[in-house]
């Protein structure tokens, strides 16, 4: 019966040192487990920022290509106002994306040295975003260039037009004036002179001085009515009565009543009827 009783409690001490070893192995696999986890999570956390990166960069890069196309069509018409903002706003989100991609290629380069992964693949896809963002970096500068040619072109293009504006302006006060001349002299040519009156006022004006007109050249000039030969070809004296003093070719002129009785002069040939003089004297009651 001892013997029975010590086997049982051996036995029994066997299996409770079975159960805490197994206990203890699922334990430090549990911890294993959850270890590799947290790695795995902040592989994952790490590789999804660096992908973020990669995309806000693609992302960049398409927008920039986006905006060079706008500016390739706005180029085409430099001189239009409407293209000129467009070009200049576009020119500013290029400069401001460029740098915003340089700045993420850079970080990229920075996440990639300071991560562990083996990641020559990635290393590779950031080479290859950072040579396209040169080259649009290159079409840039050349695209700059030539709007800023062309824009030199169209400030050395307004400058001419303003110089032949300002020649023309002055052409034209030249031409104004010389017309002005011309005008002026030819009214001089063309210009006659009349005057009707009684004669006690044409004697009081020295027109009429002891019976002869115009007997010398002082008599008031001022009493006279200024006209054109070419143009004034009637002349009314507003009187039943009038009489012309000074002498005029016949054939020349008829004077004729209008429907009042009174008297009108009309010049059928004024070159001839100016001929002996510019100075028309009529004597009126």
Same mark, same amino acid.
């Given at each position: 019966?001892?013997?029975?009783?010590?086997?049982?409690?051996?036995?029994?001490?066997?299996?409770s040192c079975g159960q805490g070893?197994?206990? @203890?192995? +699922?334990?430090?696999?549990? *911890?294993?487990?959850?270890?590799?986890? #947290? &790695?795995?999570?902040?592989?994952?956390?790490?590789?999804n920022d660096i992908m973020g990166t990669f995309d806000e960069v693609q992302e960049g890069i398409r927008r920039i290509n986006e905006a060079e196309g706008r500016l390739t069509i706005a180029e085409s018409n430099p001189e239009s106002a409407s293209n000129k903002e467009v070009i200049r706003e576009n020119m500013q989100f290029i400069r401001e994306a460029m740098q915003?991609?340089?700045?993420?290629?850079?970080q990229l380069k920075d996440k990639l040295r300071a991560s562990s992964?083996?990641?020559?693949?990635?290393?590779? @896809?950031? +080479?290859?975003?950072?040579? *396209?963002?040169?080259?649009?970096?290159? #079409? &840039?500068?050349?695209?700059?260039?030539?709007?800023?040619?062309?824009?030199a072109q169209l400030e050395a293009q307004g400058e001419q037009i303003n110089t032949l504006n300002e020649n023309v302006n002055t052409l034209t006060e030249e031409n104004n004036k010389k017309a002005d001349t011309v005008a002026?002299?030819?009214?001089?040519?063309?210009?006659?002179?009349?005057?009707?009156?009684?004669?006690?006022?044409l004697k009081e004006q020295k027109i009429l001085q002891k019976g002869d007109v115009l007997r010398d050249g002082d008599f008031n000039k001022d009493y006279f009515t200024q006209i054109d030969i070419r143009y004034d070809k009637v002349i009314k004296f507003y009187s039943k009565s009038a009489t012309i003093l000074s002498n005029h070719p016949s054939g020349s002129y008829q004077m004729i009543k209008d429907s009042k009785g009174l008297y009108e002069l009309h010049i059928s040939d004024p070159v001839k009827f100016w001929s002996t003089g510019r100075y028309l004297v009529v004597q009126v009651k």
């Open positions: 019966m001892k013997k029975l009783g010590f086997v049982t409690i051996v036995t029994m001490l066997l299996a070893q197994q206990t @203890t192995d +699922e334990s430090a696999i549990q *911890q294993e487990r959850d270890s590799l986890q #947290r &790695i795995i999570n902040e592989k994952d956390i790490e590789l915003q991609n340089r700045d993420m290629i850079a992964f083996n990641a020559e693949k990635l290393r590779k @896809t950031v +080479e290859n975003l950072q040579a *396209q963002i040169e080259t649009q970096n290159k #079409r &840039i500068q050349e695209l700059e260039a030539t709007l800023a040619e062309k824009d002026s002299q030819e009214k001089q040519l063309n210009a006659a002179w009349f005057v009707f009156g009684t004669k006690n006022e």
